[in-house]
């Protein structure tokens, strides 16, 4: 009696599982890619203020999502997280410049009907909550608009951030109350990985 061979199993995509690594942009490429938001639609300014606080305040995008327009103070420039990672919140600094990207998009939506402040401060125009799906769309797409080759992606905006700090000076302490992290030590093993730098440049220098 003979058998039909089962077909062999399904090749599986080299990516499924693996997290693959940090990917941290440069100033200039952040830049194109808010420049790459409309400048016209309200859903534009909305998009790189989004941007600018993720990269400036070190957000992970489901906190900035989270937010409510009480929650930023653009005068001292702090924005109050309530619900980080494993329900601890913080309160994180941002710059002058990006408190003036988010004033440009609260100008925008205070103009927009039905949208109150009890509204997530980064809605829809129909005042209704983004996802981080959408999130995870769009950012790719204004990414090869900008003509970024890299991989362009809501927690690299974090990390990006996060690395400037440290070639900033800012202390150990003061990243990780930005990050939200729950120890230094997670924070140190955080920055090695996103900021080998001056590991490789002590490489580059060996000689033999």
């Not at 690594?21 to 194109?32: F, I, N, Q, R, Y």
């Not at 992970?60 to 103070?73: F, N, Q």
């Not at 030590?185 to 580059?204: G, H, S």
Request: net charge positive.
């Amino acid at each position: 009696m003979s058998t039909v061979a089962s077909p062999p199993p399904r090749a599986r995509s080299c990516n499924k599982g693996r997290r693959l690594p940090a990917e941290v942009l440069t100033k200039e490429e952040v830049l194109s890619l808010m420049e790459a938001c409309s400048k016209r639609a309200p859903t534009g300014k909305r998009d790189r203020a989004l941007i600018c606080l993720m990269w400036r305040g070190q957000l992970r995008v489901s906190e900035a999502l989270r937010l409510k327009p009480g929650d930023v103070d653009l005068e001292t420039g702090s924005v109050r997280v309530l619900f980080g990672k494993a329900g601890r919140s913080r309160t994180v600094g941002i710059d002058a410049k990006c408190c003036a990207v988010i004033g440009v998009w609260l100008e925008a939506r205070a103009r927009i009907d039905g949208i109150s402040g009890h509204k997530p401060l980064f809605c829809t125009l129909q005042g209704g909550r983004m996802s981080t799906a959408q999130m995870r769309e769009k950012l790719p797409r204004l990414g090869k608009k900008a003509g970024i080759t890299k991989r362009v992606h809501a927690h690299g905006l974090r990390h990006t951030g996060a690395s400037e700090l440290v070639e900033e000076g800012a202390s150990l302490l003061e990243i990780q109350e930005q990050l939200g992290h729950s120890s230094a030590a997670t924070t140190d093993r955080y920055l090695k990985q996103i900021n080998p730098k001056a590991r490789l440049e002590r490489m580059r220098s060996r000689e033999w």
